[in-house]
């Protein structure tokens, strides 16, 4: 079975992504891995990192697993970015958010025994 093995996220400002996501979901950064076109996420599995880009653009859509939709919709709009109405399916609840600099991807939980 092929599994993701890494990913990153295109984003235009590297600082403020590392700001973002580091108060979002408590992330710490890789100093030695990193330089100022590139944060490496330390102790992240899968590994993950954010890249530099010109623009925010939507590629691939990533939903990252969480335990409290709602509560992080909540924090990504106090962060400064933005979040849909969570919704439910047969999946789990999930909602689909962007960052402060318009980069859009998804916080999903998981339905019992999916």
């Not at 295109?10 to 100093?31: H, N, Q």
């Not at 924090?75 to 962007?98: C, F, I």
Request: charged content about 25%.
């Amino acid at each position: 079975m092929t599994q993701l093995g890494y990913f990153t996220i295109g984003v235009p400002d590297i600082d403020k992504a590392r700001a973002f996501y580091g108060a979002l979901f408590g992330w710490t950064f890789d100093e030695a891995s990193s330089h100022e076109t590139y944060a490496h996420v330390a102790d992240s599995d899968p590994p993950c990192g954010f890249t530099k880009v010109e623009r925010a653009k939507d590629c691939s859509h990533l939903y990252f697993r969480v335990g409290d939709v709602d509560g992080l919709c909540e924090r990504v709009t106090e962060l400064g970015g933005k979040a849909a109405v969570p919704s439910d399916s047969e999946s789990g609840r999930t909602a689909v958010v962007s960052d402060d600099q318009g980069v859009s991807f998804s916080l999903w939980r998981p339905a019992p025994g999916f």
